[in-house]
């Protein structure tokens, strides 16, 4: 089980910042920011009443809650004042957000590390929020009774709602701005006081569950959200990167600027010496605007050595990937249950199938880009970033100082979708700052930020399963081959050990392929590509490992289902028997799949010939974080295998729901972001360098493009789930399967193009 | 110099004739609603109006927009109210909201012309501006939502107008 999710009981969490100094931070990543002295100015003014580092309220009662997490268009910064907010007993008018710096007191409470991803954010901050809220509304509550002149045990009178709080019986009320001015309200709290807060039950609630309008939105509608690309500094100039033709391993052997230098404006080439590693072969031209970099960029004469990487294509890595799946030594067990060996031995029916996915690019609309600035002793970084905690590191690293003295500035993310873990975008800012002397803002041309993407690795899996006589599955064994994301990052924490003991794995590899499906002789093993590692550094894409390990396990299932002649959503429902340690969870993805098909009309609606309807069903996205999401995809297949999504039909159970619409849009957009690798967006490797350059070649999904899609949200009540990424995970096996119920084509590699399903027709 | 007419007002920036509007936007009048997304024209991210036409700012010289009007998201409304921008709340259409000038701008020009266009002409006038969120369906109920207003408007000021 990964061990950076320490959340065995979500209910015992609690505020103290030193509890939770798990993650990265226990591996000496941890920012000594706190030994900058003012370094964060935006600190909240005196005068203003702070239960909690999470948020403040002001003397005119604005409550601002402190996000912690990067918000990327998950409206997360929203979703933490809300959860204050119902606790606290504010009006949802008086509520603001500020991004956090990257003091660690801004760790989350239970990763112990400012880092966003994983659909972690809301599951994991959802009891500090609440707990913070209630603190504030004890201690507001407490003082005005004494404003009041109220016995301090009369306290419990007192009734807090929107902003106000008031005494019915002796018809007294008082504000939050008022209790804040008169300075009363000073109570602290300790962690066991905090702790022992009983929060509301769902009951109770009078926000949660409301889709109240989203903080941020109005200034994204007028041109006011300021994101990392409109960091303005006095003084400051621009950098425009210049990238080599080969994504890692090239270096520069000269760079001839006397062109460039006639470029107006033109300051300085600067050679990235990066020792972090993030980068090779990188060259900032520098100018007085951006306009001028981006000319200056082009007049460089770079001369490269490629490196060890140049030679290699996407069929390189595939066939690597083929090789190391065939060696009985190599990889790690991620799951080892029962002997699969014995059970293939005595099976009745054997069955292998291999399923490959490309390449994939993250493509946020904002492009790349950090601004960096040298102030005496300290570094400030601005970018938008969802891994701060590392990136400052990385910042450091590029400067050659100590982690202590970077500041990191969150701005809003132009997109994130796990792009901007990395920090890549902080070095060539950091270096060409240092280099000048002055502010520079760093911003990467779309070419730059497709062809050093970290990308989704190309990914190659083999599956054998073993049937008894009755065609129950029995035996799987599941192989995963391919570049490591969150290895990378060398930190041990974010690493799994092998159930084999062979060392730790990549777990963001393999999440998924520990389904909830009772299979009582399943391995699952986690095989690093380390040719694909090296020359295609790769990141976390939106789900991660389960965006490829369920477009395996679904298909596969529904390739076991037909070769018994079984319907495959009823074959799921079997498996999905909650035995042992699948108690719970598959009973969950069985009620969400069992909803799916009903909302589909799945098996009663008659449907015109070569369409058809196809299942999946996924636990992403990791075991011990899992949403339960089930997706019907109606398809229509022409005869030279053009695929027409028609409809997706998704259900998932999120066991509380905070923001009703806001899920909906996350799970809409989850599921658009998975049809889009499902059928468009495909990137390759050739001379070692991608060949997609811009949104000519590299092709998300368009409005014309748009299917329909229909969402429906489970809240049973259980815990709050994260609902960014399941969706991503369902749509492409269901397609898959959609087009093999209407045409009889069986697709195994994505994206699917209309050729692969025209030969598989054949077949 | 160069005199340009942004949001109805004149404004100088030194920027060389051949270069992009989208930097001297961004850059010397420090309106950074109008986003860079590709600087090739085919994610819509950087749409402004010159003369009330969208066009993409990334693909438009400065010199060739001098003598012209040109209207940027922070000049669509004067307090960001254009029934557009109320409706982009209405629906709360944005994620990420980087797209989403882009957006508004390109479907501001459709709206000009059209306050009553169908799915399929939405799709037709929309299909060049990316949104990697993949806010598309509520993007187009935004805009027929904010088409309806506009045609409420203009009717009820028909009926003013006729009594």
Redesign the interface.
């Known amino acids: 089980m990964n061990s950076h999710v320490k959340m065995t009981d979500l209910q015992s969490t609690d505020l103290s910042r030193r509890s939770f100094l798990v993650g990265a931070a226990a591996s000496g990543l941890m920012l000594g920011y706190s030994a900058v002295p003012d370094a964060f100015a935006a600190t909240a003014p005196a005068g203003n009443f702070e239960p909690s580092v999470w948020y403040s309220i002001s003397p005119d009662g604005l409550v601002t809650v402190t996000c912690g997490k990067a918000d990327?268009?998950?409206?997360i910064a929203s979703t933490m004042a809300q959860i204050v907010c119902e606790e606290l007993g504010a009006k949802w008018s008086d509520m603001r957000v500020q991004l956090a710096s990257n003091d660690p007191k801004f760790n989350d409470p239970v990763l112990g590390a400012q880092i966003t991803g994983g659909s972690w954010s809301t599951m994991m901050n959802f009891d500090a929020m609440s707990r913070a809220g209630a603190a504030g509304r004890i201690a507001l509550t407490e003082a005005a009774a004494t404003i009041m002149g109220l016995p301090p045990y009369f306290k419990d009178e007192l009734v807090v709602r929107e902003s106000m709080i008031s005494h019915p019986k002796s018809k007294k009320q008082v504000s939050f701005a008022d209790v804040v001015k008169s300075g009363k309200a000073t109570k602290t709290f300790t962690p066991d006081d905090l702790k022992a807060i009983k929060l509301k039950t769902p009951d109770q609630y009078s926000l949660i569950g409301v889709?109240v309008?989203?903080i941020?939105?109005?200034?994204?509608?007028?041109?006011?959200?300021?994101?990392g690309?409109?960091v303005?500094l006095p003084g400051m100039v621009?950098g425009k990167i210049v990238t080599p033709p080969v994504r890692y391993g090239a270096t520069v052997k000269a760079v001839d600027d006397t062109d460039a230098k006639k470029v107006?404006g033109f300051i300085k080439a600067v050679i990235v010496d990066d020792k972090t590693q993030t980068t090779t072969g990188w060259v900032v031209a520098v100018a007085n605007?951006?306009?001028q970099a981006r000319k200056a960029a082009d007049a460089l004469k770079i001369t490269y050595d490629g490196g060890p990487n140049a030679k290699l294509s996407s069929q390189s890595l595939l066939d690597e990937a083929k090789r190391l799946q065939g060696l009985d030594d190599s990889g790690q067990f991620f799951v080892k249950n029962g002997d699969t060996a014995a059970a293939f031995g005595t099976a009745a029916k054997t069955m292998e199938a291999e399923y490959t996915t490309n390449i994939n690019i993250h493509?946020?609309?904002?492009?790349m880009n950090a601004t960096a600035e040298f102030k005496g002793d300290i570094l400030h970084i601005y970018s938008g970033n969802q891994f701060a905690t590392r990136s400052g590191a990385i910042a450091a690293g590029a400067a050659g100082i100590d982690p202590k003295y970077v500041v990191m500035h969150q701005m809003?993310?132009?997109?994130?979708?796990g792009r901007r873990l990395d920090a890549d975008m902080m070095v060539p800012a950091v270096q060409a700052a240092k280099a000048v002397g002055k502010p520079v803002k760093v911003?990467y041309?779309?070419?730059n930020d497709m062809t050093m993407d970290f990308s989704r690795p190309l990914t190659y899996q083999k599956i054998k399963a073993g049937l008894d006589g009755d065609g129950k599955l029995v035996a799987l064994n599941h192989d995963v081959v391919s570049a490591w994301p969150t290895a990378r990052w060398g930190i041990p924490d974010f690493l799994t050990p092998s159930v084999d003991k062979r060392g730790p794995l990549d777990s963001f590899t393999v999440n998924g392929a520990d389904f909830f499906y009772t299979v009582p002789n399943h391995n699952v093993r986690a095989i690093k590509n380390e040719m694909a590692h090296n020359a295609t550094p790769s990141g976390q894409l939106r789900s991660v490992a389960p965006g490829w390990t369920f477009w395996a396990v679904e298909s596969m299932i529904d390739e076991i289902a037909h070769s018994v002649g079984k319907d495959p959503a009823l074959y799921r429902v079997e498996l999905l028997d909650g035995k042992g340690e699948n108690d719970g969870g598959a009973q969950r993805l069985r009620n969400t799949l069992l909803a799916a098909m009903g909302l589909a009309g799945y098996g009663t609606k008659q449907l015109a010939k070569g369409e058809g309807m196809g299942v999946a069903c996924v636990s992403s996205q990791e075991r011990k974080t899992a949403s339960w999401t089930a997706c019907v995809a109606h398809v229509a297949v022409s005869p030279s295998g053009e695929v027409t999504v028609k409809k997706l039909t998704v259900a998932t159970d999120v066991g509380t729901q905070v923001h009703p619409?806001?899920i909906r849009?996350?799970v809409?957009?989850a599921a658009?972001?998975g049809l889009?690798l499902a059928l468009y967006e495909k990137a390759t490797l050739k001379d070692g360098g991608i060949e997609q350059t811009?949104?000519?070649s590299y092709k998300?999904?368009?409005?014309?493009q748009?299917p329909e899609?229909a969402v429906s949200v489970i809240a049973n009540g259980e815990h709050a789930t994260g609902v960014g990424e399941p969706a991503v995970t369902v749509v492409a096996p269901a397609i898959g399967n959609a087009i093999f119920n209407a045409v009889g084509a069986r697709v195994r590699s994505l994206p699917i193009t209309a050729a692969a399903v025209k030969e598989a027709m054949k077949a | 110099m160069v005199t340009l007419n942004i949001n109805g007002r004149n404004m100088s920036v030194e920027a060389a004739n051949d270069s992009p509007l989208l930097w001297a936007i961004r850059e010397q009048l420090q309106m950074t609603g109008t986003k860079f997304g590709c600087g090739a024209g085919l994610c819509g991210a950087c749409t402004v109006h010159v003369n009330g036409e969208a066009v993409r700012s990334c693909q438009t010289a400065v010199g060739d927009v001098v003598g012209k009007k040109v209207t940027t998201i922070e000049g669509l409304s004067a307090h960001g109210d254009h029934p557009l921008q109320k409706a982009w709340i209405a629906e709360q259409v944005p994620q990420c909201g980087y797209c989403q000038s882009g957006q508004i701008m390109q479907a501001a020009s459709l709206l000009a012309k059209n306050t009553n266009p169908t799915k399929d002409e939405i799709v037709a006038h929309m299909d060049g501006n990316l949104c990697r969120c993949m806010t598309y369906s509520r993007i187009q109920k935004a805009i027929m939502r904010a088409a309806n207003e506009m045609r409420t408007a203009s009717n009820s000021a028909t009926e003013r107008r006729a009594t």
């Open positions: 990327m268009g998950q409206h889709s309008p989203q941020d939105i109005p200034s994204k509608t007028n041109g006011t959200a300021k994101y690309i409109d303005m621009y107006p605007t951006y306009a493509a946020p609309m904002e492009p809003w993310l132009g997109g994130g979708f911003i041309s779309r070419e619409d806001n849009a996350q809409e957009g658009l972001w889009s811009n949104f000519d998300p999904l368009r409005m014309s748009l899609v």
